[in-house]
Structures are given as structure tokens and as C-alpha cells.
């Protein structure tokens, strides 16, 4: 996979540009938190801070050039009795 900017000389020919509105494309990892401080290290833009989420993702989002929103996900322990209030009732 490559995230390239559409004026990259590089860039194959194909449909127009994309300009990402409305897309996010999740990305699963082992180590979320070593991803995003070397992403923001080299000036990536974060649009969603590093974040342990109730459900069990620990989690951040950046923006690849074309604009394309990029949640990058890291399955870890919920918190305890979250999935619960979603559990059927028989």
C-alpha cells in the first residue's frame, strides 16, 4: 500500500484525484503507540490523538496526502463490562 500526494511525479495514470472526503481507511497494528510517536516524529498530521478506547482499540488517526483520513487500530482489552450493555437478553 502507498500513500502518495496526486501531484507526485510518480503518480500512474489513472482516474482523477481523490480528494479523501468521506473515507477512512483502518489500519490494524501490534504497537499503536510506537506508530504514532514515529509519525508524529516526522510531521505526520494527527487529526485524532493517540486514544485507549472504552470498546478495546487503542487507537490514533492521521491524513495521508490525498486527504484520506488513516485510523490506525490496535485490538487491546476492553474496559471491563463495556460489552456488556450490549449483550442479548434471553
Wanted: hydrophobic letters at 40%; charged letters at 20%.
Amino acid at each position: 500500500m502507498a500513500f502518495m500526494h496526486p501531484d507526485h511525479p510518480s503518480n500512474p495514470p489513472g482516474p482523477e484525484a481523490f480528494g479523501g472526503l468521506g473515507m477512512i481507511l483502518t489500519v490494524e497494528t501490534s504497537d499503536a503507540a510506537s506508530l504514532f510517536e514515529r509519525l508524529q516524529r516526522g510531521g505526520a498530521p494527527i487529526v485524532y490523538p493517540l486514544t485507549e478506547e472504552d470498546w478495546g482499540q487503542r487507537r490514533f488517526m492521521t491524513r495521508d496526502p490525498a486527504g484520506v483520513l488513516v485510523d490506525v487500530v490496535e485490538q487491546i482489552e476492553p474496559a471491563a463490562g463495556f460489552w456488556d450493555q450490549y449483550m442479548v437478553k434471553e
